[in-house]
């Protein structure tokens, strides 16, 4: 019970945290740019997560390398790295594939096809999946999920974390309206209305995927014993996924629409099968190279 109040109460911080930091930011911003106060608020959210999950660590004596499950070699954290990142190129590039396919997409025919656009929106989608990619596996897989399996055990840590792993996903800040005046507790009052999604039963598909990705994370982190692999395949899906909608436009209209969410026309059923289908063959591989290696 203490367990889990604590657990809570860490990504209560967090929302509040960063609700609140969101203004003195926006308004530090506001001299340089204009930033919308939503987009503001979602990352410093983002920042303040990952601040509270390393605070949560500290608070079991975790913070370490070993505890943010990082204590690997160099050239190990490469080839960890690497492999993921390949893992996650192969899965949504046949999710993609399965997508054009079925004529649930097609190529978007405003593209710019020259070869350094195309490098350029390449590199854009690499930086953000690799920024995403460790920023979400520190939290997720490395701080929380380590500070869980300390006091829990790795199942409900891996269980837990892949739920709200799959829900903070659907928090959702909306525009904050041209006649509202923005001050220390805006990000406060506006959060309500971020939990929006939860309400919509069509974004039942799109948790679902969410949350088997986050046990496919879980399990990489169980039985490599470290993030760098998630971070890896957490880029690559992520830079994969960033490059796709550049190319792409949803189609709609097909019999295979229910493939896909109704909001965002990707994640959704084939997604999750397809992710369950990976999951499946990344734990028989595993299971096989840790017998061979025992032998």
Same mark, same amino acid.
């Given at each position: 019970m203490?367990?889990?109040?604590i657990?809570?109460?860490?990504?209560?911080?967090?929302?509040?945290?960063?609700?609140?930091v969101?203004?003195p930011?926006?308004?530090?911003l506001?001299?340089?740019n204009?930033?919308p106060?939503h987009?503001v608020?979602?990352?410093?959210?983002?920042?303040?997560g990952?601040?509270?999950?390393i605070?949560y660590?500290?608070?079991?004596?975790?913070?370490?390398?070993e505890?943010?499950a990082?204590?690997?070699?160099?050239?190990?954290?490469t080839?960890m790295f690497?492999?993921?990142f390949?893992g996650?190129?192969i899965?949504?590039?046949v999710?993609?594939g399965a997508?054009?396919?079925l004529?649930?997409?097609?190529?978007? !025919?405003? *593209? =710019?096809?020259q070869?350094?656009?195309?490098?350029?929106i390449a590199f854009? /989608? &690499?930086?953000t999946?690799m920024l995403v990619?460790?920023?979400e596996e520190?939290?997720?897989?490395?701080a929380?999920f380590?500070?869980?399996?300390?006091?829990?055990?790795a199942?409900?840590?891996?269980?837990v974390?892949s739920?709200v792993?799959?829900?903070v996903?659907?928090?959702?800040?909306?525009?904050?309206? !041209?006649? *509202? =005046?923005?001050?220390?507790l805006?990000?406060v009052d506006?959060?309500?209305a /971020? &939990?929006?999604?939860?309400?919509n039963?069509?974004?039942?598909?799109?948790?679902?995927?969410l949350f088997?990705?986050g046990?496919?994370f879980?399990?990489?982190?169980i039985r490599?014993?470290?993030?760098?692999?998630?971070?890896g395949?957490h880029?690559?899906?992520?830079a994969?996924?960033?490059?796709f909608?550049?190319?792409?436009?949803?189609s709609g209209?097909?019999q295979?629409d229910?493939?896909?969410?109704?909001?965002?026309?990707?994640?959704?059923y084939l997604?999750?099968g397809?992710?369950l289908?990976?999951?499946?063959?990344?734990l028989?591989?595993?299971?096989?190279?840790?017998?061979?290696?025992?032998?």
């Amino acid at each position: 019970m203490r367990t889990a109040l604590i657990f809570l109460s860490v990504l209560a911080g967090a929302l509040l945290f960063g609700a609140i930091v969101a203004y003195p930011v926006y308004s530090v911003l506001a001299h340089f740019n204009e930033v919308p106060f939503h987009k503001v608020i979602s990352r410093t959210t983002s920042l303040s997560g990952l601040l509270f999950a390393i605070l949560y660590l500290r608070f079991y004596g975790l913070l370490s390398k070993e505890g943010l499950a990082w204590n690997t070699g160099r050239q190990t954290k490469t080839k960890m790295f690497v492999s993921g990142f390949i893992g996650g190129l192969i899965i949504l590039f046949v999710l993609d594939g399965a997508l054009l396919l079925l004529g649930i997409y097609q190529f978007d !025919a405003r *593209v =710019d096809w020259q070869a350094i656009n195309l490098l350029k929106i390449a590199f854009k /989608a &690499l930086m953000t999946g690799m920024l995403v990619g460790l920023v979400e596996e520190i939290i997720f897989r490395g701080a929380l999920f380590g500070g869980l399996s300390k006091q829990a055990n790795a199942s409900v840590a891996l269980l837990v974390t892949s739920l709200v792993y799959a829900a903070v996903h659907f928090l959702k800040y909306r525009a904050v309206p !041209a006649d *509202v =005046d923005i001050g220390w507790l805006t990000g406060v009052d506006i959060f309500p209305a /971020a &939990l929006f999604r939860f309400s919509n039963p069509v974004t039942i598909d799109s948790f679902i995927t969410l949350f088997i990705l986050g046990v496919l994370f879980a399990l990489i982190r169980i039985r490599s014993g470290s993030i760098i692999a998630c971070i890896g395949l957490h880029a690559g899906i992520v830079a994969t996924l960033k490059f796709f909608n550049y190319l792409t436009n949803y189609s709609g209209g097909t019999q295979y629409d229910f493939l896909v969410n109704k909001i965002d026309h990707q994640f959704g059923y084939l997604a999750s099968g397809l992710l369950l289908i990976a999951t499946v063959i990344y734990l028989l591989s595993s299971r096989m190279i840790s017998s061979q290696k025992s032998s």
